[in-house]
């Protein structure tokens, strides 16, 4: 976890206190902190994906608290953290048979977003695939702000759904875009009402899918449609080049072209799961992560994580990186564990500082019409930029065949997996769906008698059934406000929501859930085939 509640206000920033910070931008600390207050195991950088070499986050330090005076207020009433927690929460049952002579692959699904950053960076899709009878679902983490997240959470689902469309399908499209009539539906999306739209970049988010579903007819193999993995890898793939290649381009307004510009040079990490009759593909580039929910036959729970994290964590993902560049750059190309010193995630849409060559970058950026420094995008290459690109958006795609036994998918952005392991997030959708409570032993050596008291009331608390109906809120709740004994501490949970915009990012990060649950009667039969 990433903070302790403790009996004193104890930040550390950098090595430098955090009065020092609050004192500058005229924060005033309630005498009530000294009750209730977070004292951090460690501080997050300002941005956890973008930092520099020598260890800065990128952000000048001295302006990064500009509240104006007022004091602090950590005391949340339960309605308050309720409404917060809950404002972007999502519940959706899906039609057990939809109609076209089979079952619904979904039953429910659940899903929520809180923000740290201000606006919120990360993204989420889900949608039905209404020509394939399968269903998306997709979790984007943004870095370097929300464009990219927002752009790729918009068109990624519509690029793979038309890959697997069969030749024939996709000549009915082509004949009514043609013959400007109507065109048949792709997508059933599933929208939040605070889920937003590029409806400005509509016009040429079709015009270069279309230039998509003609280069796959124009193939001599596309026949009935690709396979889930080479659709789902052909996606990613092409949409990173279209978003690249609308970055240098002509635009017909100067809202389009600044749009284009922030989505190829900001960034997102993706986790897609492609959700049918014959199992779940999954998609990952980034470090957002895909965990199945097993029952076993004795009644117990495990996790099966279907992902890998696409950062320094993983040693085959590292020797991947590595090996595409010389061996005078092993001691570069990895820094600090992020990417050239700088980029957390070592697959990623858009960052195109870690994709194109020096002069495409500068010349871009100097002879476009955009204002670039209202756009907040800077000349500004990575150390040690030699032999580029360092950066690919190609996922890894995994299949897992359903069975009776996998009830449900936590997909989630690096925010819940920060704060949480695969386990811990399996056991609480777990005791969600059930309603039991499932305890880990504690040793008595642990603890001392006041200490195991505590502890006894507290479970018995949690006994009691859960505060959220959603799963996604569920787990969000106690991702903030576990303590160290895995129990709810509602005071560290209000502190964590109470912290201002200026000062969350550095304690937590955005968080997205989304919690899907398998009709089993579709698990059974595909079983038994």
């Known amino acids: 976890m990433s903070g302790h509640l403790c009996s004193k206000l104890l930040f550390y920033v950098g090595g430098r206190h955090l009065s020092s910070f609050l004192e500058a931008s005229q924060y005033v600390l309630p005498s009530k902190l000294c009750r209730t207050c977070l ?3 460690h501080t997050r950088d300002f941005s956890s994906r973008y930092g520099r070499s020598d260890g800065t986050s990128g952000q000048d330090g001295g302006n990064a608290f500009c509240a104006p005076r007022g004091e602090l207020d950590f005391q949340l009433s339960r309605l308050q953290i309720n409404a ?6 999502q519940s959706v049952h899906i039609p057990e048979f939809d109609g076209r002579g089979g079952p619904s692959p979904v039953l429910r699904f659940e899903s929520n977003q809180l923000a740290a950053n201000t606006p919120l960076e990360d993204r989420r899709s ?4 209404l020509q394939t009878r399968s269903m998306l679902f997709g979790v984007f983490d943004g870095h370097g702000g929300h464009a990219c997240a927002q752009a790729v959470s918009e068109r990624l689902p ?3 759904s038309v890959a697997m469309m069969s030749e024939s399908v996709l000549e009915d499209l082509e004949a009514a875009m043609e013959t400007l009539r109507p065109v048949p539906p792709i997508l059933k999306w599933y929208k939040h009402h605070n889920d937003y739209n590029y409806r400005e970049s509509a016009a040429l988010y ?11 007819l124009a193939s001599e193999e596309h026949g009935n449609g690709l396979n889930p993995v080479d659709a789902l890898t052909y996606a990613f793939q092409r949409l990173d080049m279209d978003l690249s290649l609308e970055s240098q381009v002509p635009l017909p307004n100067d809202l389009m072209r600044n749009t284009a510009i922030q989505a190829a040079f900001a960034g997102c990490t993706a986790c897609v799961a492609h959700v049918g009759s014959e199992g779940v593909h999954v998609a990952n580039a980034g470090d957002c992560r895909a965990v199945l929910g097993v029952r076993e036959d004795d009644g117990s729970w495990s996790a099966l994580q279907l992902t890998q994290d696409h950062n320094t964590s993983n040693a085959a993902e590292v020797e991947r990186v590595m090996c595409q560049h010389p061996a005078s750059e092993r001691q570069t190309v990895i820094l600090d564990d992020r990417l050239l010193g700088v980029l957390m995630p070592l697959r990623a849409f858009g960052d195109v500082r870690f994709k194109w060559s020096r002069e495409l970058q500068q010349s871009v950026l100097e002879n476009g019409d955009s204002d670039l420094e209202a756009l907040n995008i800077y000349q500004y290459a990575p150390p040690n930029y030699l032999t580029p690109p360092y950066l690919e958006v190609t996922p890894e795609v995994t299949y897992h065949r359903l069975r009776p036994q996998d ?28 309603g039991i409570h499932l305890q880990e032993p504690v040793s008595a050596s642990q603890l001392n008698l006041g200490q195991m008291h505590q502890l006894l009331l507290q479970r018995r608390a949690r006994a009691t059934p859960a505060l959220d109906l959603n799963a996604a809120t569920h787990l969000i709740r106690h991702a903030l406000g576990t303590d160290e004994y895995g129990e709810m501490d509602q005071e560290r949970l209000a502190t964590m929501l109470a912290l201002p915009s200026d000062l969350a990012r550095m304690y937590r990060d955005d968080i997205t859930v989304t919690v899907i649950y398998f009709n089993p009667n579709l698990n059974k039969s595909s079983h038994n085939k």
């Open 39 to 41: 004292f951090p195991s």
């Open 84 to 89: 917060i927690l809950r404002a972007n929460e």
């Open 126 to 129: 889900s949608a039905s695939c």
């Open 158 to 160: 519509y690029y793979i």
């Open 206 to 216: 079709v015009k270069h899918l279309r230039v998509y579903w003609q280069e796959l």
């Open 407 to 434: 009830r449900f998918l936590i997909l989630a952005s690096d925010g819940l997996w920060d704060e949480m392991n695969s386990e811990e997030a399996v056991k609480l959708v777990a005791e969600h769906l059930t």
